[in-house]
């Protein structure tokens, strides 16, 4: 048991033990939901998003504690980053900010990347649904 522990870092076991920004958003901006169909796990990232800057981010994560590590990382790392910043977020920088993954987590790291881009996904459907219907609203008052 220890040997395997051994493979993480500490900064791993850290966001495991203590994980950061855990939960959901009331009426979030976006959503991510996400999973691997072959360990089972499952990951959903919510985001609030103003003037195009996250300013929040949460997860709910069911799966193993690499799963947990990078949930956690990566709502840490898209605060307070713009819309297309946080898009550019990949697995390799949420596991390079957690000191490194063992090879064979590195699909975790993929999850919380898809849950990120999944949730903004969603924020730019809706945003882009939300600016039509306020251009159609617009255009009708001005052809009262
Ligand atoms: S084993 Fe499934 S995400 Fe880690």
Do not use: W
Not at 45 to 74: H, W
Request: proline letters at 3%; a positive charge; charged letters at 30%.
């Amino acid at each position: 048991m220890r040997d395997v522990l051994s493979l993480y870092s500490e900064k791993v076991m850290e966001h495991f033990k203590n994980p950061r920004n855990v939960g959901e958003i009331e009426n979030p901006d976006g959503i991510g939901h996400v999973g691997n169909p072959v360990c089972g796990d499952i990951m959903e990232l919510y985001i609030k998003v103003k003037d195009e800057v996250i300013v929040d981010a949460k997860f709910k994560t069911f799966g193993c504690g690499a799963a947990i590590a990078t949930s956690s990382m990566v709502t840490e790392l898209v605060k307070g980053k713009t819309v297309e910043g946080a898009l550019k977020i990949s697995n390799h920088a949420v596991a390079e900010a957690l000191g490194g993954l063992p090879p064979i987590k590195m699909h975790c790291s993929l999850l919380a990347e898809e849950a990120l881009k999944s949730a903004i996904e969603d924020y730019l459907t809706k945003s882009k649904k939300g600016k039509a219907r306020r251009h159609k609203e617009n255009a009708k008052c001005k052809i009262q």
